[in-house]
């Protein structure tokens, strides 16, 4: 069994430490783009620049922009009259634009494009008399977002297979359906087919609404995770994509941890482990996959593996307002 060193042991000494490290992993396009906008409206319009709620779910990226002049609210009316304001990578309810215009603050909207086609979807799908069910965790904010498109009653909320047995709808003959875009592929294809056996006229996207950062990550620690004894998610747990790479990994089989930071890795998880697999969920920068790895490496000797399962090579625009 191999007991973690304490940090004073010479590394040459310590035990053998496989560290099997997931591609992709860490930011997608939406968050890059995310923080972009921040930093550009900071730079273009000088601090403060006001953020409704957290831009991405991951606190290290909210203290660095913290530091150079966001200012993180979570309603608008935390929002001066005279302060720009940008809504976040997860999407808001319609309402949030609409007070804004009624106010006239200047906003930029930092909700992810894949984010917004789902918004899109919503809004088709209505114009076309359909009721529509969501996938999706009740209380995240993509989700309030997305319900937030629809006038009130015209979204029905399901999170599992039970849900679908339990629904009772007034009018069943003209359904479709939609999704949140970080939710498990598995545990989602399951809903969908209860979705399609209990309705057999529901109609969703043709490609699913769970989008390529999600997938890939997915698709990615489902790779390492059957050879680890342990696989670590680096995120927080406000994080929905991030979690689904720890219940991914659990799936297989294995224990997972999240962690926001090294400091949060306790050297006893190490015990009896030779093989670690190491991921980090779309909100979590890189530097922090390297903080990891220089934290084993005081207590193990370390060999890394990166495993690629597939390259993203998706790239955003940023929105007008910041160049006009
Ligand atoms: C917006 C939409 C999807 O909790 P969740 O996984 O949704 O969000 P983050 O901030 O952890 O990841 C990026 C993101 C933003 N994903
Ligand atoms: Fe967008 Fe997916 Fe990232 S919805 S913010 S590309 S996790």
Redesign the pocket.
Known sequence: MNAPFPSETPVTDAPHLLVLIAAPRGF?A??DRAIEIVERAIERFGPPVYVRHEI???KYVVDELRAKGAVFVEELDEVPNDAPVVFS??GVPKSVPAEAERRKLFYVDAT?PL?SKVHRQAERQIEKGQHIIFIGHAG?P?VIGTMGQVPEGQMTLVETVDDVAELELEDESNLSFLTQ??LSVDDTAQVVSALRTRFPGIVGPKAEDI?YATSNRQAAVKQIAPSSDLVLVI??P?????LRLVEVSEKCGVDAKLIQRADEIDPAWLEGVGTLGLTA???APEKLVREVIDKLSEWRSVEEQTLVTTEEKMVFKLPRQLFD
């Open positions: 997608c939406g968050v991405v779910h991951n990578a997860h992810c984010v995240h993509e875009t970080t989008c995120g927080s406000k994080s929905s994509n991030s969920g779309a909100s």
